[in-house]
């Protein structure tokens, strides 16, 4: 029989070209047709392997075809488990929300309801916004600087890339954007501003139901919020009573180095949106999880079709089995990211004329240009051409973003930070000058 997976052609993209829209992105930077994937690497058609230090955008953190996620998949689809269930009970929601309880919130001390909307990350947000909106009164949203909360038009109002914005097609309303750490210089506390605001009867801010951010950045810049600033916005946020939503999506579920991003800082969101990474294996999944007080939803009040994705709930469940039970994983996650940064600052420091810097947590971190906005470009495209995937982010394009699996082997890591050094030495001298 043959296999009606298997490469079909010479790898030609003719066929994208000629049928999708011209809405596409990623395809455009990594122009090769992908087939298959193990771990951390992506193997075309034509049999040639590239590392992945993109991770589909966050989404495989577990990397790619982890064997403990596949094989508890396969098993749920050879005995007829559920697919497709609404927000109907389910044994395998059952079973994931018994072990994220049992995982994740006990441990840490937290005390959430969970509410499973849409599967992408954006209908978490929207969801979130809605229901703090609701809880408050009160229709006016914070969010900060260089965020990014999604594409459907409640989110992309919080959001402040400006291509993204534009794509809207018509006024993007009720959110107020405010500086993130660091947006004002390192001197600025921007939280300042933020409190005389709303300390002002007249200042003009409409007193928001909630404030949303990330507590790193990531399609921003790799912005990395500290632990006093996050402190002191809980503490303004909750003398204000204004909800804090923390946005998890991209920076949660291990990234930055604990299971949540906030965890450093000891404070605890109102509201907490998941996705990405959640189910493991790149599966669609969304989670919110909700202060029991602020759950004041009616039934039905915020709908999905496929808000029950039960493969993803098996394939998420078997992660938390597989990796968060103990320290272990985090210890890991430790070892590598001080690798990682470790590297990266020798990169920099070797390549002085470019005034490269370094900033991240965990294995989520930038190399940035603030001299030479083209270069991290200029690397990437050199880095693929010698096998290695990793994207660009930031306001001008001028961080090279290393969002490697969490489970990448220290061998792995050390051969894709050799490729990048290798890069940028074969780039350096395509800067233009006028740069």
Same mark, same amino acid.
């Given at each position: 029989?043959?296999?009606?997976?298997?490469?079909?052609?010479?790898?030609?993209?003719?066929?994208?070209?000629?049928?999708?829209?011209?809405?596409?992105?990623?395809?455009?930077?990594?122009?090769?047709?992908?087939?298959?994937?193990?771990?951390?690497?992506?193997?075309?058609?034509?049999?040639?392997?590239?590392?992945?230090?993109?991770?589909?955008?966050?989404?495989?953190?577990?990397?790619?075809?982890?064997?403990?996620?596949?094989?508890?998949?396969?098993?749920?689809?050879?005995?007829?488990?559920?697919?497709?269930?609404?927000?109907?009970?389910?044994?395998?929601?059952?079973?994931?929300?018994?072990?994220?309880?049992? #995982?994740?919130?006990?441990?840490?001390?937290? %005390? #959430?309801?969970?509410?499973?909307?849409?599967?992408?990350?954006?209908?978490?947000?929207?969801?979130?916004?809605?229901?703090?909106?609701?809880?408050?009164?009160?229709?006016?949203?914070?969010?900060?600087?260089?965020?990014?909360?999604?594409?459907?038009?409640?989110?992309?109002?919080?959001?402040?890339?400006?291509?993204?914005?534009?794509?809207?097609?018509?006024?993007?309303?009720?959110?107020?954007?405010?500086?993130?750490?660091? #947006?004002?210089?390192?001197?600025?506390?921007?939280?300042?501003?933020?409190?005389?605001?709303?300390?002002?009867?007249?200042?003009?801010?409409?007193?928001?139901?909630?404030?949303?951010?990330?507590?790193?950045?990531?399609?921003?810049?790799?912005?990395?919020?500290?632990?006093?600033?996050?402190?002191?916005?809980?503490?303004?946020?909750?003398?204000?009573?204004?909800?804090?939503?923390?946005?998890?999506?991209?920076?949660?579920?291990?990234?930055?180095? %604990?299971?949540?991003?906030?965890?450093?800082?000891?404070?605890?969101?109102?509201?907490?949106?998941?996705?990405?990474?959640?189910?493991?294996?790149?599966?669609?999944?969304?989670?919110?999880?909700?202060?029991?007080?602020?759950?004041?939803?009616?039934?039905?009040?915020?709908?999905? %079709?496929?808000?029950?994705?039960?493969?993803?709930?098996?394939?998420?469940?078997?992660?938390?089995?597989? #990796?968060?039970?103990?320290?272990?994983?985090?210890?890991?996650?430790?070892?590598?990211?001080?690798?990682?940064?470790?590297?990266?600052?020798?990169?920099?420091?070797?390549?002085?004329?470019?005034?490269?810097?370094?900033?991240?947590?965990?294995?989520?971190?930038?190399?940035?240009?603030?001299?030479?906005?083209?270069?991290?470009?200029?690397?990437?495209?050199?880095?693929?051409?010698?096998?290695?995937?990793?994207?660009?982010?930031?306001?001008?394009?001028?961080?090279?973003?290393?969002?490697?699996?969490? %489970?990448?082997?220290?061998?792995?890591?050390?051969?894709?930070?050799?490729?990048?050094?290798?890069?940028?030495?074969?780039?350096?001298?395509?800067?233009?000058?006028?740069?």
């Amino acid at each position: 029989m043959n296999n009606q997976f298997a490469p079909t052609n010479d790898g030609s993209l003719a066929l994208f070209d000629r049928l999708e829209s011209e809405v596409r992105s990623y395809v455009r930077a990594f122009p090769v047709l992908f087939d298959r994937a193990v771990g951390t690497t992506l193997i075309a058609a034509d049999g040639r392997e590239y590392l992945d230090f993109f991770g589909g955008a966050g989404a495989l953190s577990y990397g790619h075809n982890n064997p403990a996620f596949k094989k508890a998949l396969l098993d749920y689809i050879e005995r007829d488990g559920i697919v497709h269930g609404l927000d109907l009970a389910t044994s395998a929601k059952k079973a994931f929300m018994a072990a994220f309880e049992q #995982y994740i919130l006990k441990p840490r001390g937290l %005390t #959430y309801k969970l509410q499973f909307p849409g599967p992408t990350g954006t209908n978490a947000v929207e969801a979130a916004l809605k229901l703090a909106r609701q809880v408050t009164g009160r229709s006016n949203i914070v969010s900060f600087t260089n965020s990014f909360h999604g594409e459907s038009a409640g989110a992309l109002a919080a959001t402040g890339n400006k291509e993204h914005r534009a794509a809207a097609g018509f006024p993007l309303a009720h959110v107020t954007a405010l500086p993130y750490e660091g #947006y004002l210089g390192a001197s600025v506390d921007t939280l300042d501003y933020f409190e005389k605001l709303l300390d002002d009867p007249n200042s003009g801010l409409d007193k928001p139901a909630a404030v949303i951010l990330e507590a790193v950045q990531g399609e921003g810049g790799i912005n990395v919020a500290s632990v006093k600033w996050l402190q002191r916005l809980r503490e303004l946020t909750s003398r204000h009573e204004i909800l804090m939503i923390l946005d998890d999506i991209q920076a949660g579920i291990g990234r930055t180095g %604990t299971f949540f991003s906030f965890e450093a800082a000891g404070i605890v969101p109102d509201i907490v949106t998941l996705s990405k990474s959640l189910s493991a294996i790149g599966t669609p999944m969304a989670l919110i999880l909700i202060k029991p007080e602020f759950d004041i939803w009616a039934p039905g009040a915020h709908t999905g %079709t496929f808000r029950g994705n039960n493969y993803a709930f098996v394939t998420a469940r078997a992660a938390l089995e597989t #990796y968060w039970s103990d320290s272990k994983f985090e210890d890991e996650i430790a070892r590598k990211s001080a690798i990682l940064a470790a590297e990266l600052k020798s990169i920099a420091a070797d390549f002085p004329n470019l005034g490269l810097g370094v900033r991240g947590r965990g294995l989520m971190y930038g190399l940035v240009s603030p001299k030479h906005h083209s270069l991290p470009a200029l690397i990437s495209q050199e880095a693929f051409r010698r096998g290695l995937v990793i994207e660009i982010a930031g306001s001008y394009g001028e961080v090279l973003k290393f969002m490697t699996a969490l %489970t990448i082997t220290e061998a792995d890591l050390r051969r894709g930070l050799s490729i990048i050094r290798d890069s940028i030495d074969a780039v350096q001298g395509s800067i233009p000058a006028s740069l």
